[in-house]
């Protein structure tokens, strides 16, 4: 069995820390299932870490990941120009005694082994620093969408006599078929798609930053008025609130959610949309944050035009959670809420 590679055990990391995509987990998991070496940094690590377990997660300020991050980056360049220095330095000497050479060699090796490991710490830190940043930065570009969303929405509102997009449709009916472009309008982001098809909202907007990076948006502009919702699950990465028949107005909405990044109970739908949903939640899909942002949170897009970042599901003081409807235990794609209190974004 040959050693693991540093792309490896920089994955086993990120596994461990929580900072490896759906993908990427994957693979770390058939990693330490498959390679007794893998099995052993795991387990390692996960020693390591098991301490922090017992802590209670606290909101880590945006400064100081700006800060870290800076600081992580300034430490690098300086302990790369001090590398450089000692090594010409050492180029530089000229050793006349050969057993002075051999007498110093392991002193010399010693160096290199600290600086190795100095070298490795901060590649990681650099690695994981690097991950965070980038989260940062598609965190906050996602929320721009979600502003130009609600921008297109103000504008279509503006143009329908201050009524919200939204198509007829009848309550029990299939709102999980997303993509579907049967005269029948099921799918719940068929609303959201007269943003798109008149024009109002680029309909790349609806693809969240941090899922764009393995998702390619291929939609001719030219046969945007031929599709009655968005044409496939991979052009809409986001999940609405669930909406009733009649159209509702923008002065109503106040500050109820109207959508957010994408529900982890509706990641995968099934292909099949002749066959019904039968879906029973894990406590793994009733805990989990959305998977655009890496688990992290996700962003939430509200009735008065705000939108924020949020590291829970549970919003208001009676912690409603959006991702799910109150006392329901097995979704079957035609549910709605319970009340307006009750907020739910799918799919």
Not at 218 to 233: A, G, L, T, V
Not at 238 to 243: C, D, E, K, L, V
Not at 269 to 297: A, F, Q, V, W
Request: glycine content about 6%; charged content about 20%.
């Amino acid at each position: 069995m040959s050693p693991l590679s540093n792309e490896q055990k920089q994955l086993l990391f990120d596994y461990c820390m929580g900072l490896a995509s759906e993908t990427e987990a994957a693979e770390a998991r058939q990693l330490i299932s498959s390679n007794t070496e893998a099995a052993q940094i795991y387990s390692r690590l996960k020693a390591v870490l098991a301490p922090l377990e017992n802590l209670e997660p606290e909101t880590c300020p945006d400064e100081l990941v700006e800060r870290t991050v800076l600081r992580l980056n300034n430490l690098a360049r300086s302990s790369q120009l001090r590398l450089q220095q000692l090594l010409a330095a050492e180029q530089a000497r000229t050793v006349s005694a050969r057993s002075y050479l051999w007498r110093n060699i392991g002193k010399r090796l010693a160096t290199a082994a600290v600086f190795m490991i100095v070298g490795g710490a901060l590649i990681t830190g650099l690695n994981i620093a690097s991950r965070i940043a980038r989260q940062r930065s598609w965190q906050q570009l996602c929320q721009m969408q979600l502003s130009n969303i609600w921008q297109g929405m103000t504008s279509y509102s503006s143009d329908h006599d201050g009524k919200m997009p939204a198509v007829a449709t009848a309550m029990g009916e299939p709102w999980w078929k997303v993509g579907c472009q049967g005269k029948e309008n099921h799918s719940n982001t068929r609303h959201m798609w007269l943003l798109a098809k008149g024009n109002y909202v680029d309909p790349a907007k609806f693809v969240c930053p941090g899922q764009r990076q393995t998702i390619v948006i291929q939609i001719d502009p030219s046969e945007i008025k031929n599709y009655s919702d968005f044409p496939d699950r991979d052009h809409v990465t986001y999940s609405f609130r669930i909406t009733r028949s009649e159209p509702e107005m923008e002065s109503t909405l106040g500050d109820r959610v109207l959508m957010s990044d994408l529900n982890p109970l509706f990641e995968r739908l099934p292909p099949d949309y002749s066959n019904p949903l039968k879906l029973k939640p894990n406590r793994e899909l009733l805990t989990s944050n959305s998977i655009n942002h890496d688990r992290r949170g996700q962003n939430v897009l509200f009735g008065n035009g705000g939108v924020k970042f949020l590291k829970t599901r549970q919003l208001g003081v009676t912690d409603d959670d959006i991702f799910t409807i109150q006392n329901t235990q097995v979704y079957q794609g035609c549910e709605v809420p319970v009340s307006k209190a009750d907020a739910f974004v799918a799919p």
